[in-house]
């Protein structure tokens, strides 16, 4: 009887906290007709994201991150496979070689694995193929990669590096798409590698509205800008000159009264303002990641 008593609790306490958890997808659904009904549901999911909108402390935010995740299956979305270059980043790391013999061992490796296979294997072979006694420490002994390979690196020492290199480049690429998808809101995206293909990211995003929107988001490529910039000294000495000349050939040509005069000192001012205010933007852009 003991034992039936605590079956009974133990599944009542159950039932509570599915219903607990259940509760959260009932708040955000909720909230999902509401923003359809705004006619602006972006606006409203974004005016609502911090508002504790369940029990007095849970946010719309949290109750989307805590909702049951129903998957493309069942809840719809978006599913993409992104794709590394990884002959472009062989070319990249060998400091864009023009050698016939490198460029046509990429092309063969690019065609041979262009239903999937590891290209940095079949790119290596392909080298061998054209150039053969040709070592690859002669490809990328380069100055950025100095302190990885020499011209008296093996074969083996120098593939090693090139995968390291790509795998790199994959999780830098990998961090991007998880940081631009994160900032976009997306609940429960499923990000990961795939296994065995070199440089291929799978990515899933339920409940995506926007799909076109998101492959911009995706797709965009970061631009680091470098702007000229001037400094306020370096302003002022065109600036001031060029209005001392405009106020003595105006005085000079007796074209200004007291009340012109005054006006136009409000006219340099307002120049003045708007020169520094063009500066400030302009600085403010100097250095922006894109």
Same mark, same amino acid.
């Given at each position: 009887?003991?034992?039936?008593?605590?079956?009974?609790?133990?599944?009542?306490?159950?039932?509570?906290?599915?219903?607990?958890?259940?509760?959260?997808?009932?708040? !955000? @659904?909720?909230?999902?007709?509401?923003?359809? %009904?705004?006619?602006?549901?972006?606006?409203?999911?974004? @005016?609502?994201?911090?508002?504790?909108?369940?029990?007095?402390?849970?946010?719309?935010?949290?109750?989307?991150?805590?909702?049951?995740?129903?998957?493309?299956?069942?809840?719809?979305?978006?599913?993409?496979?992104?794709?590394?270059?990884?002959?472009? +980043?062989?070319?990249?790391?060998?400091? =864009?070689?023009?050698?016939?013999?490198?460029?046509? $061992?990429? =092309?063969?490796?690019?065609?041979? !694995?262009?239903?999937?296979?590891?290209? +940095?294997?079949?790119? +290596?072979?392909?080298?061998?193929?054209? $150039?053969?006694?040709?070592?690859?420490? @002669?490809?990328?002994?380069?100055?950025?990669?100095?302190?990885?390979?020499?011209?008296?690196?093996?074969?083996?020492?120098?593939?090693?590096?090139?995968?390291? %290199?790509?795998?790199?480049?994959?999780?830098?690429?990998?961090?991007?798409?998880? @940081?631009?998808?994160?900032?976009?809101?997306?609940?429960? /995206?499923?990000?990961?590698?795939?296994?065995?293909?070199?440089?291929?990211?799978? +990515?899933?995003? /339920?409940?995506?509205?926007? /799909?076109?929107?998101?492959?911009?988001?995706?797709?965009?490529?970061?631009?680091?800008?470098?702007?000229? !910039?001037?400094?306020?000294?370096?302003?002022?000495?065109?600036?001031?000159?060029?209005?001392?000349?405009?106020?003595?050939?105006?005085?000079?040509?007796?074209?200004?009264?007291?009340?012109?005069?005054?006006?136009?000192?409000? $006219?340099?001012?307002?120049?003045?303002?708007?020169?520094?205010?063009?500066?400030?933007?302009?600085?403010?852009?100097?250095?922006?990641?894109?």
């Amino acid at each position: 009887m003991q034992n039936k008593g605590f079956v009974k609790v133990f599944a009542a306490l159950l039932t509570l906290v599915c219903l607990f958890y259940l509760s959260f997808s009932v708040v !955000t @659904s909720y909230h999902a007709g509401k923003a359809e %009904e705004s006619g602006d549901s972006k606006h409203y999911m974004d @005016s609502m994201q911090n508002e504790n909108v369940w029990l007095g402390i849970y946010s719309l935010k949290e109750c989307r991150e805590l909702e049951i995740g129903l998957g493309l299956d069942l809840k719809g979305g978006m599913y993409v496979i992104m794709e590394v270059s990884v002959p472009d +980043i062989v070319k990249s790391l060998s400091g =864009n070689k023009q050698d016939e013999n490198f460029k046509t $061992a990429l =092309n063969n490796a690019r065609q041979a !694995t262009i239903n999937g296979g590891d290209y +940095i294997t079949a790119f +290596i072979n392909e080298y061998h193929k054209v $150039a053969p006694g040709s070592s690859l420490a @002669s490809l990328f002994a380069t100055h950025d990669l100095k302190d990885k390979v020499s011209q008296n690196s093996t074969d083996k020492e120098v593939e090693a590096v090139l995968r390291d %290199e790509v795998k790199a480049a994959v999780d830098n690429s990998y961090n991007v798409l998880r @940081s631009r998808i994160d900032r976009f809101g997306v609940v429960q /995206p499923n990000i990961q590698a795939i296994e065995g293909g070199m440089g291929r990211i799978m +990515i899933e995003l /339920p409940g995506i509205k926007e /799909p076109e929107r998101v492959r911009k988001l995706l797709q965009g490529s970061a631009n680091l800008e470098f702007w000229e !910039t001037y400094s306020i000294d370096e302003i002022s000495k065109v600036v001031y000159p060029a209005l001392q000349d405009l106020d003595k050939k105006l005085e000079g040509e007796g074209l200004m009264s007291n009340s012109s005069l005054q006006t136009h000192h409000i $006219a340099q001012l307002v120049l003045l303002t708007t020169a520094i205010l063009l500066l400030s933007i302009r600085f403010l852009q100097a250095t922006r990641l894109r």
